[in-house]
């Protein structure tokens, strides 16, 4: 008797506290028959710091956290960067880790002013600053990674978008949104990409 007590308290202890296998597939899907089809990232191409053309194969079999921010940002964008550097630096040494930030403010943001930014943070090839189209990329923001980016000439920097980090799996799918401005959500993040690394 004492044994089943044992091993039930264990089951409950143990098995309450485990962290979830699997992270779950975020947006609205398409049922199919029996087939449920999650949104993807749609189809992208920016050009980098380094004058580079960036694409969804860019990051073939890999997982990545994508951002919205802009050099000119005088309030979220500081401790947005500040926070997905601390990711960073947990997985800088691992290739399958990379980070996508799109600049909402192309005009400004050019490709040697973000060449000067990324090199001002000692990052590595893994983290891309992208440029582009400035309705290509409000455009993918609100559609594709269903945050906010579009210009407010009342708001500081002339800017408005979401301050969220985006965690992408090599298939294309929204796997987390977490908070930019918050410790406790970048912890989250870090935790989250070990799962997903492990799927």
Not at 15 to 24: E, I, N, T, V, Y
Not at 42 to 60: A, G, H, L, P, W
Not at 121 to 145: C, P, Q, R
Request: glycine content about 6%; aromatic content about 12%.
């Amino acid at each position: 008797m004492k044994k089943i007590i044992w091993l039930l308290f264990l089951l409950i202890t143990f098995g309450c506290s485990q962290k979830p296998d699997r992270l779950p597939y975020l947006g609205n899907p398409i049922i199919k028959v029996n087939d449920t089809i999650y949104p993807t990232i749609m189809d992208f191409s920016f050009i980098n710091q380094d004058s580079v053309v960036i694409t969804n194969k860019t990051f073939e079999s890999k997982i990545y956290i994508a951002d919205f921010i802009f050099l000119s940002c005088p309030t979220i964008c500081p401790k947005m960067n500040f926070e997905l550097n601390k990711v960073y630096e947990v997985y800088k040494n691992n290739p399958k880790v990379n980070y996508l930030s799109h600049t909402i403010d192309p005009e400004r943001d050019s490709t040697s002013r973000l060449k000067d930014f990324k090199s001002s943070l000692s990052l590595n090839e893994n983290w891309h600053f992208v440029t582009g189209n400035k309705d290509s990329i409000f455009n993918i923001a609100t559609k594709s990674y269903f945050t906010t980016a579009y210009p407010d000439e009342n708001e500081p920097g002339g800017l408005v978008h979401g301050g969220g980090f985006l965690l992408v799996d090599k298939n294309k799918h929204i796997r987390g949104v977490y908070d930019g401005t918050n410790p406790e959500e970048t912890k989250r993040l870090i935790n989250d990409i070990k799962i997903l690394l492990d799927e």
